[in-house]
C-alpha cells in the first residue's frame, strides 16, 4: 500500500529486547477485544432459549438454573468459535508476509485441503454407515481424519518445496499445484456419492460450529497457547523477510531455519483450527488483510489479524445460527458474506485516501 | 546470429505444441467408450452415410472435441494475461468473480427460475461471469484516478468470488437439485455438451482471442511497471482494461460451458512460461496451445481409464497436470512474473 502512514510509532526497550508500538495498531486490537466479549455475550444469549445478562452470569458462578444450556452447549460453542477464528488470523498472516502474497492462506500449504479432502472420504466412502454411526464418528472419527489429512497435505507441500532452503515463490507454485490435486479429488468423490453425502460433506467443507463442547476448545487452546509466543517471537523475522531474501540476510536473519518454524507454527494452527471447525472459508486470507488496513501497516500484523479472525468467526457464527432460525447455516458460508463487503469497503476507503 | 536462434527455437517450439493439439484432437475422435474403427471415423468425417459409428463421431466426438480445444485455449491465453496483469502467480482467470459468478447465476436459475436445460444454465453462467467482473473492475476502480492497481483487482475480485461462493453454497445446502447439478459444474467437463454449446459461446471466446493479442505488447511494456509503460508511451488504464475485458470473455465463454475449470489457466500459463520466457507475444499463444493439449488429452485419459464410466477432465487434469507441473518447479528456478 502507497501512502502509509506510521504515526508516532515508537519503540520501548527493556536491556536488549525493543518492542515497536504503534499507536493505531494497538488501538485496532483493543477495539477488536472489546468487539469479541460483545460477542461472546451475546451468543451466550441468543437461542432457541433466550437468557439475560444476569441469568447468564448466574449460571457461569453455578448458581442458576441454566447451567447445562449456558457452560455445556453455548459458551464452549463460542470459545471455539473465536479461538479457531484467532488461529485461522494468525496462520494466515503468517503464511501471507512469508509467500510475500496478499493472496496466499493455509490454503497453499496444503491444511485444508488436505484435511478436506480426507474429510470427504470418510463421509462419501462410509456412506449410509455414517448416518447410523453419526456420533462417534462425527465427534472422534471425523476430526481425527481431519487433522491427520491436514498435516500429511503439509508434509507434502513441505517436503516438495523444500530444495536447499525454503523459497516463498517456490512455495506458492508448489502449494498450487498441491492443492489442485487435492481439491480435484474431493470434487471427483463428491460426483461420485449420493446427493446426500455430497451435501452432508457440503456443510463440513464449508466449516461449521454446530454442536461444538469443550472437547473441541482444549486442542485449540493448547494450540494457540503454545504457538502464539513462538509465532510472535518471529515478528521481527517477518518484518525483514519484506525486504527480500537477500537484505533480510544481510539483517541477520537465518533464513530457512526462521521460516521453517514459522511456517510450521502456521500449518500447526491451521490444522488444529480445521479439526475444530472445518476449513472455514475466507478467514485466513481476509482477516490480515483487513487487519494490516486496520493498523495502518505495510505488512499482516499478527496479533490484530489474530484478533480480526476471532471477530470474523464469531460474528459470522452469531448471524449464522440466529438471522434464519431455526435453520442454521454453516458458518463458513456467512464470514464470506461478512467478511466480503467490509474488505472491499476498506479497499475503496483506501484509495480514496491515496488520492486525497 | 544471437537474433535467428531464439527465433528458430521458438518457432520449433509452436511447432511442436501445435502438433500437440492436434494429436490430442485426432485421439479425441478417435477414442471413446465405443470402439470404432479408426477408417470408419475417417468415413464419419468426410462421408457420412448415417450408421451408429458416423452418428456417435459426428454428434458426439466432435462437438465434444470442438469444445475442448476451445476452452482448452480461451483458458490457457486467459491465465496467462491475468498473471501477467496481475503479477501474481496465484491469480487463475477466475480471480475477477467470473468462475463464482457463472456458479451463482447458474445455481440461482436453478433455484429460482426454474430453469432445466443445459442451454438455459449456459446463458444464465454467461451473463453471471460478465457482471461479477464488471462489478469487481468497478469497485476496483472506484474512489481512485486512473485504473485499478493490480494488488486491489486481485483483492477485490477475491473478495467478491468468496461472496458468491458462499451465498452459491447456502443455496445447494437448501435445494437438492441444484446440489446434483452443481456438483458436477465444478468438477468441470467437456462431455455430453452437443455442438450447440460450443456454436453458444464461440462468440465470446473468439471476441476474448482477438482483443487478447492485441493486448500482448501493452502488457509486455506494463510487466516493466506502470511508471516506466506510461513514459513509453503506454495508455495504462487502456490496457488493464482491454486485458481483463479480454479475460472476462474468455474465461465466462469456457466456464460457462464446461463447469469450474478456471485452474487450467492456473497451472498451464506457468509451463509455458518455462517455454516461452517472459515475452507476452509468445507467451499468450503458447499457453493457448498448451491449454487445448492439455485439456483434450485429460479428457481422453478420463475416457479410457474408468471404462465404461468417465472421469472428469477437470479431474484427470490436476491428476496428472499438477504433479507434473510440482516436477517442474522443483527442477528449475521458475520464470518470475
Given at each position: 500500500?502507497?501512502?502509509?502512514?506510521?504515526?508516532?510509532?515508537?519503540?520501548?526497550?527493556?536491556?536488549?529486547?525493543?518492542?515497536l508500538?504503534?499507536?493505531?495498531?494497538?488501538?485496532a486490537?483493543?477495539?477488536?477485544?472489546a468487539?469479541?466479549?460483545?460477542?461472546?455475550?451475546?451468543?451466550l444469549?441468543?437461542?432457541?432459549?433466550?437468557l439475560s445478562?444476569?441469568?447468564?452470569?448466574?449460571?457461569l458462578t453455578?448458581t442458576?438454573g441454566?447451567?447445562?444450556?449456558?457452560?455445556?452447549?453455548?459458551l464452549?460453542?463460542?470459545?471455539?468459535?473465536v479461538?479457531?477464528g484467532?488461529?485461522l488470523?494468525?496462520?494466515?498472516?503468517?503464511?501471507?508476509?512469508i509467500a510475500?502474497?496478499?493472496?496466499?492462506?493455509?490454503?497453499?500449504?496444503?491444511?485444508?485441503?488436505?484435511a478436506?479432502?480426507?474429510?470427504?472420504?470418510?463421509?462419501v466412502?462410509?456412506g449410509?454407515?455414517?448416518?447410523?454411526a453419526?456420533g462417534?464418528?462425527a465427534?472422534v472419527?471425523?476430526p481425527?481424519?481431519?487433522?491427520a489429512?491436514g498435516?500429511?497435505?503439509?508434509?507434502i507441500v513441505y517436503?516438495l518445496?523444500w530444495?536447499?532452503?525454503?523459497?516463498?515463490y517456490?512455495?506458492?507454485l508448489?502449494g498450487?499445484?498441491?492443492a489442485?490435486?487435492?481439491?480435484?479429488?474431493k470434487?471427483?468423490?463428491?460426483?461420485?456419492?449420493?446427493?446426500?453425502?455430497?451435501?452432508?460433506?457440503?456443510?463440513w467443507?464449508s466449516?461449521?460450529?454446530?454442536?461444538?463442547?469443550?472437547?473441541?476448545v482444549?486442542?485449540?487452546?493448547?494450540?494457540?497457547?503454545?504457538?502464539v509466543?513462538?509465532?510472535l517471537?518471529?515478528?521481527?523475522v517477518l518484518?525483514?523477510?519484506?525486504?527480500?531474501?537477500?537484505?533480510?540476510?544481510?539483517?541477520?536473519?537465518r533464513?530457512?531455519?526462521?521460516?521453517?518454524?514459522?511456517?510450521l507454527?502456521?500449518?500447526?494452527?491451521?490444522?488444529?483450527?480445521?479439526a475444530?471447525?472445518?476449513?472455514?472459508?475466507f478467514?485466513?486470507?481476509?482477516?490480515?488483510?483487513?487487519a494490516?488496513?486496520?493498523?495502518g501497516?505495510?505488512?499482516?500484523?499478527?496479533?490484530v489479524?489474530?484478533?480480526t479472525?476471532?471477530?470474523?468467526t464469531?460474528?459470522?457464527?452469531?448471524?449464522a445460527?440466529s438471522?434464519?432460525?431455526?435453520?442454521?447455516?454453516?458458518?463458513g458460508?456467512?464470514t464470506?458474506?461478512?467478511?466480503?463487503?467490509?474488505?472491499i469497503?476498506?479497499?475503496?476507503?483506501a484509495?480514496?485516501?491515496?488520492?486525497s | 546470429?544471437?537474433?535467428l536462434?531464439?527465433?528458430?527455437?521458438?518457432?520449433g517450439?509452436?511447432?511442436?505444441?501445435?502438433?500437440?493439439?492436434?494429436?490430442?484432437?485426432?485421439l479425441?475422435?478417435?477414442?471413446?467408450?465405443k470402439?470404432?474403427?479408426?477408417?470408419?471415423?475417417?468415413?464419419?468425417?468426410?462421408?457420412?452415410?448415417?450408421?451408429?459409428?458416423?452418428?456417435?463421431?459426428?454428434t458426439?466426438r466432435?462437438?465434444?472435441?470442438a469444445?475442448?480445444?476451445?476452452a482448452?485455449?480461451?483458458?490457457?491465453?486467459a491465465?496467462a494475461?491475468?498473471?501477467?496483469?496481475t503479477?501474481?502467480?496465484?491469480?487463475?482467470?477466475g480471480?475477477?468473480?467470473?468462475?463464482?459468478?457463472?456458479?451463482?447465476?447458474?445455481v440461482?436459475?436453478?433455484?429460482?427460475f426454474?430453469?432445466s436445460?443445459?442451454?438455459?444454465?449456459i446463458?444464465?453462467?454467461?451473463?453471471?461471469?460478465?457482471?461479477?467482473?464488471v462489478?469487481?473492475?468497478?469497485?476496483g476502480?472506484?474512489?481512485?484516478?486512473?485504473?485499478?492497481?493490480?494488488?486491489?483487482?486481485a483483492?477485490?475480485?477475491?473478495a467478491v468470488?468468496?461472496?458468491?461462493?458462499?451465498?452459491?453454497s447456502?443455496?445447494?445446502?437448501?435445494?437438492?437439485q441444484?446440489?446434483?447439478?452443481?456438483?458436477?459444474?465444478?468438477?468441470?467437463?467437456?462431455?455430453g455438451?452437443g455442438?450447440?454449446?460450443?456454436w453458444q459461446?464461440?462468440p465470446?471466446?473468439?471476441?476474448?482471442?482477438?482483443?487478447?493479442?492485441a493486448?500482448?505488447?501493452g502488457?509486455?511494456?506494463?510487466?516493466?511497471?506502470e511508471?516506466?509503460?506510461?513514459?513509453?508511451?503506454r495508455?495504462?488504464?487502456?490496457?488493464?482494461a482491454?486485458?481483463?475485458?479480454?479475460v472476462?470473455?474468455?474465461?465466462?465463454?469456457?466456464v460457462?460451458?464446461?463447469?469450474?475449470?478456471?485452474?487450467?489457466?492456473?497451472?498451464?500459463?506457468?509451463?509455458?512460461?518455462?517455454l516461452?520466457g517472459?515475452?507476452?507475444r509468445w507467451?499468450?499463444?503458447?499457453?493457448?496451445?498448451?491449454?487445448a493439449?492439455?485439456?483434450?488429452?485429460?479428457?481422453?485419459?478420463?475416457r479410457?481409464?474408468?471404462?465404461p464410466?468417465?472421469?472428469?477432465?477437470?479431474?484427470?487434469l490436476?491428476?496428472i497436470?499438477a504433479?507434473?507441473?510440482?516436477?517442474?518447479?522443483?527442477?528449475?528456478?521458475?520464470?518470475?512474473?
Amino acid at each position: 500500500m502507497t501512502g502509509v502512514r506510521l504515526p508516532h510509532a515508537r519503540p520501548y526497550r527493556a536491556g536488549k529486547i525493543s518492542w515497536l508500538v504503534r499507536p493505531r495498531g494497538v488501538a485496532a486490537g483493543l477495539t477488536g477485544l472489546a468487539l469479541i466479549a460483545v460477542l461472546v455475550a451475546l451468543s451466550l444469549r441468543i437461542g432457541d432459549f433466550p437468557l439475560s445478562l444476569s441469568e447468564i452470569v448466574a449460571s457461569l458462578t453455578g448458581t442458576g438454573g441454566n447451567h447445562f444450556v449456558v457452560v455445556e452447549l453455548r459458551l464452549p460453542r463460542a470459545l471455539t468459535g473465536v479461538l479457531v477464528g484467532a488461529a485461522l488470523g494468525l496462520s494466515g498472516a503468517i503464511t501471507q508476509s512469508i509467500a510475500r502474497n496478499a493472496l496466499a492462506s493455509p490454503d497453499i500449504l496444503g491444511v485444508t485441503s488436505g484435511a478436506s479432502v480426507t474429510v470427504v472420504a470418510v463421509i462419501v466412502g462410509s456412506g449410509s454407515v455414517y448416518g447410523g454411526a453419526s456420533g462417534a464418528l462425527a465427534g472422534v472419527g471425523i476430526p481425527v481424519a481431519a487433522l491427520a489429512g491436514g498435516l500429511i497435505g503439509a508434509v507434502i507441500v513441505y517436503s516438495l518445496a523444500w530444495r536447499r532452503g525454503l523459497d516463498g515463490y517456490r512455495l506458492v507454485l508448489v502449494g498450487v499445484g498441491v492443492a489442485a490435486v487435492f481439491t480435484n479429488v474431493k470434487y471427483w468423490l463428491m460426483t461420485t456419492g449420493d446427493v446426500n453425502d455430497s451435501s452432508r460433506a457440503m456443510v463440513w467443507i464449508s466449516g461449521s460450529l454446530n454442536g461444538r463442547g469443550w472437547e473441541h476448545v482444549a486442542p485449540v487452546a493448547y494450540a494457540l497457547v503454545v504457538l502464539v509466543p513462538l509465532c510472535l517471537a518471529g515478528t521481527r523475522v517477518l518484518s525483514a523477510l519484506r525486504f527480500g531474501d537477500e537484505t533480510a540476510t544481510g539483517l541477520g536473519v537465518r533464513l530457512n531455519a526462521a521460516r521453517a518454524v514459522l511456517l510450521l507454527g502456521a500449518v500447526l494452527l491451521a490444522a488444529v483450527a480445521t479439526a475444530a471447525a472445518g476449513p472455514i472459508a475466507f478467514v485466513a486470507l481476509a482477516a490480515p488483510q483487513i487487519a494490516l488496513r486496520l493498523a495502518g501497516v505495510a505488512q499482516p500484523p499478527l496479533v490484530v489479524s489474530a484478533v480480526t479472525g476471532a471477530v470474523l468467526t464469531s460474528a459470522a457464527d452469531l448471524a449464522a445460527r440466529s438471522l434464519f432460525a431455526p435453520v442454521e447455516l454453516p458458518v463458513g458460508v456467512v464470514t464470506a458474506v461478512l467478511g466480503a463487503p467490509y474488505l472491499i469497503y476498506l479497499l475503496i476507503r483506501a484509495r480514496r485516501e491515496a488520492r486525497s | 546470429m544471437t537474433a535467428l536462434r531464439p527465433r528458430r527455437r521458438r518457432a520449433g517450439v509452436l511447432a511442436a505444441l501445435l502438433t500437440a493439439v492436434l494429436a490430442g484432437a485426432v485421439l479425441s475422435v478417435a477414442i471413446g467408450a465405443k470402439s470404432v474403427p479408426l477408417g470408419d471415423v475417417w468415413h464419419a468425417l468426410w462421408s457420412p452415410g448415417g450408421t451408429e459409428s458416423d452418428i456417435i463421431v459426428r454428434t458426439l466426438r466432435v462437438p465434444r472435441t470442438a469444445l475442448g480445444l476451445l476452452a482448452g485455449v480461451a483458458l490457457g491465453v486467459a491465465g496467462a494475461l491475468m498473471q501477467g496483469h496481475t503479477r501474481n502467480p496465484l491469480a487463475d482467470p477466475g480471480l475477477l468473480g467470473v468462475t463464482q459468478g457463472a456458479a451463482f447465476a447458474m445455481v440461482l436459475a436453478i433455484i429460482a427460475f426454474g430453469v432445466s436445460n443445459l442451454y438455459g444454465y449456459i446463458w444464465f453462467g454467461l451473463a453471471g461471469a460478465l457482471v461479477a467482473s464488471v462489478g469487481v473492475f468497478a469497485i476496483g476502480s472506484v474512489g481512485g484516478r486512473g485504473g485499478p492497481s493490480p494488488l486491489t483487482l486481485a483483492l477485490a475480485g477475491t473478495a467478491v468470488s468468496a461472496f458468491l461462493y458462499a451465498l452459491t453454497s447456502g443455496l445447494v445446502l437448501v435445494n437438492e437439485q441444484a446440489m446434483d447439478v452443481f456438483r458436477f459444474w465444478q468438477a468441470g467437463s467437456i462431455a455430453g455438451r452437443g455442438a450447440g454449446v460450443a456454436w453458444q459461446v464461440l462468440p465470446f471466446i473468439a471476441a476474448g482471442l482477438v482483443l487478447s493479442l492485441a493486448n500482448a505488447p501493452g502488457l509486455n511494456a506494463l510487466s516493466l511497471g506502470e511508471d516506466v509503460a506510461r513514459s513509453l508511451g503506454r495508455n495504462v488504464t487502456a490496457t488493464r482494461a482491454l486485458g481483463i475485458t479480454a479475460v472476462t470473455l474468455l474465461t465466462a465463454g469456457a466456464v460457462a460451458a464446461c463447469g469450474a475449470l478456471a485452474f487450467v489457466g492456473l497451472i498451464v500459463p506457468h509451463l509455458a512460461r518455462a517455454l516461452s520466457g517472459p515475452d507476452h507475444r509468445w507467451l499468450l499463444p503458447y499457453s493457448g496451445l498448451l491449454g487445448a493439449a492439455a485439456l483434450l488429452l485429460a479428457d481422453v485419459v478420463g475416457r479410457v481409464v474408468a471404462r465404461p464410466g468417465e472421469l472428469e477432465a477437470g479431474v484427470v487434469l490436476a491428476l496428472i497436470g499438477a504433479p507434473f507441473f510440482v516436477a517442474l518447479v522443483r527442477r528449475r528456478k521458475p520464470v518470475r512474473l
